[in-house]
């Protein structure tokens, strides 16, 4: 089985992740006697992403079959689809109303979609590279994006800030370097985001207007590399994880940005990491070969 990059998505006690190999898989990662819960085989071709519906009675998988997917877990049926023409890489969910989601793609366009209607309400272009990663601020009037723009000589758009309703940039020029930035993550309580970059360092940035790099300061130990390695914050805001090409987890205090603590998973590049939602010393990551780490 070839997994590239294969993302992670926790819910209270199950983790989903997507694959290569077209499946998106449930995990009982906190069990025993492990561990794969359920396997769900409704995308033709690799999965790029997958995130659970906020009360996790559903999942949402998009990927290379360009289509977004819509599962009930428990009937383990498909009740909707959503169709686009592009190769959807990532999904997300608005964090104040679960029938909304935003997707990006490869040929630069996000969409926000209502589940209700099936349908398109917002969308989102700019002559954007390959979305990477989409993430919205608190209360989800706006949202930011990362595109890919190692194929081009503008720099400036790699990550700008949206407003959802009004569908424009807010943001300008926010991340000049020519780095592509694989994930932005937003902090769970103060006005801020990081953006993971390939420059083998996570940026920091305000979420207000007008949107400013913070130069002082930067979380720099690990390494990057080209994976498509993510980074997320703890629940309680004060740890920042990210995954590394040197196939560890590591740790860093929010605050100060200091470098805390690393643990080994594999010999692969560490690609995704994600706290458990109530347990807050629990980590799981999941690495370049397709396999699935726990620390507590
Ligand atoms: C980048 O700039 C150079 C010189 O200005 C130009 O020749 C080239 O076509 C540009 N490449 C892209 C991808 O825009
Ligand atoms: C990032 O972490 C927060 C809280 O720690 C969590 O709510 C959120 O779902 C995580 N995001 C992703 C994309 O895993």
Not at 269 to 287: E, G, K, L, R, T
């Amino acid at each position: 089985m070839l997994y590239n990059g294969l993302p992670l998505m926790l819910t209270a006690h199950l983790l989903a992740s997507a694959g290569m190999d077209h499946l998106v898989c449930i995990w009982n990662v906190w069990s025993r006697d492990q561990k794969k819960a359920r396997v769900l085989n409704f995308h033709n071709a690799a999965v790029k992403d997958v995130k659970w519906s906020q009360q996790g009675h559903s999942l949402l998988s998009c990927g290379y079959d360009c289509k977004s997917r819509l599962i009930d877990v428990e009937k383990g049926f498909e009740t909707q689809v959503f169709s686009e023409d592009q190769i959807v890489g990532v999904i997300k969910f608005h964090p104040d109303n679960s029938n909304l989601f935003l997707s990006g793609g490869s040929k630069g366009h996000i969409r926000l979609w209502d589940i209700r209607t099936g349908k398109v309400v917002h969308s989102f272009n700019r002559n954007l590279g390959p979305i990477l990663d989409v993430e919205f601020t608190i209360g989800g009037k706006q949202f930011i994006s990362s595109s890919d723009v190692s194929g081009s000589n503008v720099s400036e758009n790699s990550i700008i800030v949206w407003d959802v309703s009004r569908q424009v940039p807010l943001s300008s020029q926010v991340y000049v370097e020519a780095y592509t930035c694989p994930c932005v993550r937003r902090h769970p309580y103060e006005s801020t985001f990081v953006a993971q970059s390939n420059g083998n360092y996570i940026a920091i940035f305000t979420s207000n207007p007008p949107f400013r790099l913070n130069k002082y300061k930067r979380y720099e130990s690990h390494g990057v590399s080209g994976f498509p390695i993510k980074c997320n914050f703890s629940l309680d805001g004060k740890r920042l994880a990210s995954g590394s090409s040197d196939g560890c987890i590591y740790l860093y205090d929010y605050q100060s940005s200091n470098f805390v603590q690393k643990i080994k998973t594999s010999d692969q590049a560490c690609i995704d990491v994600a706290f458990h939602p109530v347990m807050p010393n629990a980590i799981a990551s999941c690495s370049w070969d397709g396999s699935i780490s726990v620390f507590e």
